[in-house]
């Protein structure tokens, strides 16, 4: 069992920037790939950046190349998600999720746990 909090989020201007933390607690942090998806109201849960166990290879959604970094510290058992250059249409509810698999992946059932996620809107 993995625990996860995020937190980080909050108001900011467009082209502004806020980094979000995934702290996780439980079975071994580095045993998990980690992504980060979004979900905005009406709208179904996208994919936005995952990274694999070792940190070494990183995947993005074509929307947030360039402007996001998604990283990891397996010595503090947390994931982030660096987020540049914000838009309005960055405006969503942003999760961190841990599935149980060595490479990233982007798809939402191949995470097994999830955070409660955390509130990111941009003003234009």
């Known amino acids: 069992q993995v625990q996860l909090v995020e937190s980080g989020g909050g108001l900011v201007q467009a082209g502004g920037s806020l980094r979000l933390s995934c702290a996780a607690s439980?079975?071994?942090?580095?045993?998990?790939?980690m992504g980060w998806f979004r979900q905005a109201p009406g709208k179904e849960r996208e994919f936005v950046a995952a990274?694999?166990?070792?940190?070494?290879?990183?995947d993005y959604a074509d929307s947030v190349k360039g402007r996001f970094t998604i990283s990891r510290d397996n010595t503090k058992n947390t994931a982030y998600l660096q987020m540049n250059s914000l838009k309005p249409e960055d405006t969503a509810v942003y999760y961190c999720?841990?599935?149980?698999?060595?490479?990233?992946?982007?798809?939402?059932?191949?995470?097994?746990?999830w955070g409660q996620g955390t509130q990111v809107s941009v003003s234009s």
């Open positions: 999720a841990a599935a149980s698999r060595t490479g990233w992946t982007s798809t939402v059932r191949d995470y097994d746990y």
């Open positions: 439980g079975r071994t942090f580095s045993s998990y790939a």
């Open positions: 990274v694999s166990r070792s940190g070494g290879s990183t």
